[in-house]
């Protein structure tokens, strides 16, 4: 009876050892579990998967690797099943290992050794296509990483180019508004340096300094704090607006003031940006282009636009016809009457010195037809033209004595007619009538250019009534 005693406390006690251990293991294990959750789930490896799935992101030869390399273990896997399951007598290590020959293109080396009556027909098209597949992914995979190797070396024996310290201009972006962008800079010998996420071979390569990859992280390598001017034109407005207020926390650092100019695709946008960043200036492409398209609507040519003050001047060529609004106008009453700027006329007969073509040409020059006119104007300008809705000029009285010399008059006359647009018979006989008045319709900078041109020949005194 002790024996069975002693016999049954031994093995409760084996029992509640066993159960012990196995309590114990079981807590070992949950913590073990709890350590590893704890550690994929800390910031610092949540914060180095955001980098890798940015640095995945920053080239686009990564991303086209690892999806090559995917494709290749998914149809190693895929193709060693099925030789595995079809062709009689071989092992795992044997399918595994044929399915690498067929992944690198060993079509012939694999079919050549095994015995055509134990492999399917249908195993042996999957297996070669297989291989054609591998080609166009896997092979072309190797084809990128021989690239990237090359061009690193190439690299290397690349000159860099210093950095500007400051007052320069920092371009974000390089897509087409970019590139156009770039090259004007270039062409005005302005210090500047191209951020953006990928690189392009273009001739700017070896010219201008040149940072390329995640535009944010790259932004703080090009003295930000001390640049003159930030062009942010990506394509994405909020990546463009990121940079911008990044640009403004650099320069308040160091008490300086900073040019921004952001490229955004809605109105509203802008609006909201205006108030945001109120030292900025945003474009709106798709407004700008309306104005543009608006401009094109009168019937003249647009030959470019830009923002001016936070408004959009348009750059329009006319053609003067017959019935236009501005034939027999001289430039003075287009320019104050319509409120734009005559920066370029060609004429269509040529004057007595031969020349046909003038750059900011003289106030005096009347329109006629076949004239070309470049202006400067805005949407409301370019409506007032199109309806001879001419801003109304004041009334000046001219009284003018007879001069010393009356050979002046002839003279006197012509410059009364240049300036003040009025007839050259009425001109004429003014000066054939002396002592005597005159009023005229004129704007302020054409009446004291009156004054000024006729206080030389003869006594005057204009004023406005």
């Not at 490229?263 to 309306?290: G, H, I, K, M, V």
């Not at 750059?359 to 409301?380: C, H, N, Q, W, Y």
Request: proline share 4%; glycine share 6%; charged share 20%.
């Amino acid at each position: 009876m002790e024996c069975v005693e002693n016999d049954f406390t031994t093995s409760k006690s084996y029992l509640e050892s066993e159960k012990y251990t196995e309590q114990n293991k079981s807590s070992q294990l949950n913590r073990i579990a709890h350590q590893v959750q704890t550690i994929t789930a800390s910031k610092f490896w949540q914060h180095k998967w955001q980098q890798l799935i940015i640095w995945f992101q920053a080239v686009r030869s990564r991303r086209l690797i690892f999806l090559g390399l995917v494709t290749a273990v998914i149809l190693m896997i895929t193709s060693s099943v099925v030789l595995y399951l079809n062709v009689p007598n071989i092992s795992w290590q044997k399918a595994i290992s044929t399915s690498m020959i067929l992944l690198l293109g060993g079509y012939g080396d694999v079919f050549g050794g095994l015995q055509e009556d134990l492999v399917p027909l249908w195993v042996s098209i999957f297996s070669l296509s297989i291989t054609l597949i591998s080609l166009l992914f896997l092979l072309g995979v190797v084809g990128l990483i021989a690239d990237s190797i090359l061009s690193s070396k190439f690299a290397f024996f690349k000159r860099s180019l210093p950095l500007p310290k400051r007052d320069h201009i920092i371009l974000i972006g390089f897509g087409r508004l970019g590139q156009r962008i770039a090259d004007l800079l270039y062409k005005l010998k302005l210090p500047f340096v191209i951020v953006s996420e990928n690189p392009h071979d273009c001739d700017l390569a070896d010219k201008v300094p040149w940072l390329t990859g995640n535009i944010i992280e790259e932004l703080s390598k090009v003295n930000l704090g001390l640049a003159k001017s930030i062009l942010s034109v990506t394509d994405d407005q909020m990546l463009n607006l990121e940079a911008a207020l990044l640009a403004r926390d650099a320069s308040q650092k160091l008490n300086r003031h900073i040019n921004l100019a952001i490229r955004t695709y809605d109105r509203y946008f802008s609006e909201n940006l205006a108030e945001l960043l109120p030292s900025s200036q945003s474009f709106c492409a798709y407004a700008l282009s309306a104005e543009a398209f608006a401009g094109a609507a009168f019937g003249e040519n647009m030959l470019s636009l830009f923002r001016l003050n936070q408004r959009t001047v348009l750059v329009a060529e006319y053609v003067i016809e017959t019935d236009d609004t501005l034939v027999g106008k001289n430039l003075s009453q287009i320019s104050y009457g319509y409120t734009v700027v005559p920066i370029y006329l060609k004429k269509n007969s040529p004057k007595a010195d031969g020349h046909t073509e003038f750059f900011m040409p003289s106030d005096d020059e009347v329109m006629k037809v076949g004239d070309r006119l470049t202006l400067l104007a805005s949407i409301s300008g370019l409506r007032r033209i199109e309806l001879g809705n001419l801003h109304s000029p004041k009334q000046w009285q001219l009284r003018a004595k007879p001069p010393l010399n009356s050979s002046v008059l002839l003279d006197a006359g012509n410059k009364l007619k240049n300036i003040s647009g009025c007839d050259l018979e009425l001109a004429r006989r003014f000066m054939e009538s002396l002592p005597a008045a005159i009023e005229l319709p004129m704007y302020d900078v054409q009446a004291y250019r009156l004054g000024q041109a006729l206080m030389r020949l003869l006594p005057i005194k204009i004023y406005p009534l």
